[in-house]
Nanobody, 127 residues
Framework: QVQLIESGGGWVQTGGSLRLSCHASKDDFSRGVMAWFRQAPGKEREFVTCIRWSDRSTYYADSAKGRVTISGDNAKNTVFLQMNNLGPEDTAVYYC????????????????????WGQGTQVSVSS
């Protein structure tokens, strides 16, 4: 069973930054995708960003562009989420997700297509 272990969440003031990490316990995703989603109270889980290991291409939600960067080390089964200029609207539980096989671009944002999920890490931004 693969485990995704997240770390780096916490509390930050508006305008601050946080860096989240996600480590996969097994090297099963070299052909696939690793992603970050988030879920705010009372809202559906939404896509933030992902990286496709096959070509190291990255994709971002519109709300994340310019403020968020995903990076990773496939050899270490680890991805990072650097978030800058955070605002209260970014308050949510952030989840790491992974899929073993590739996804076409039009399906990257669909959470039901990911095989494994982390336990989530809380990010709270105060105004």
């Amino acid at each position: 069973q693969v485990q995704l272990i997240e770390s780096g969440g916490g509390w930050v003031q508006t305008g601050g930054s946080l860096r989240l990490s996600c480590h996969a316990s097994k090297d099963d995703f070299s052909r696939g995708v690793m992603a970050w989603f988030r879920q705010a109270p009372g809202k559906e889980r939404e896509f933030v960003t992902c990286i496709r290991w096959s070509d190291r291409s990255t994709y971002y939600a519109d709300s994340a562009k310019g403020r968020v960067t995903i990076s990773g080390d496939n050899a270490k089964n680890t991805v990072f989420l650097q978030m800058n200029n955070l605002g209260p609207e970014d308050t949510a539980v952030y989840y790491c997700a992974a899929r073993v096989n590739r996804l076409v671009v039009t399906t990257l944002r669909r959470p039901e297509l990911y095989d494994y999920w982390g336990q989530g890490t809380q990010v709270s931004v105060s105004s």
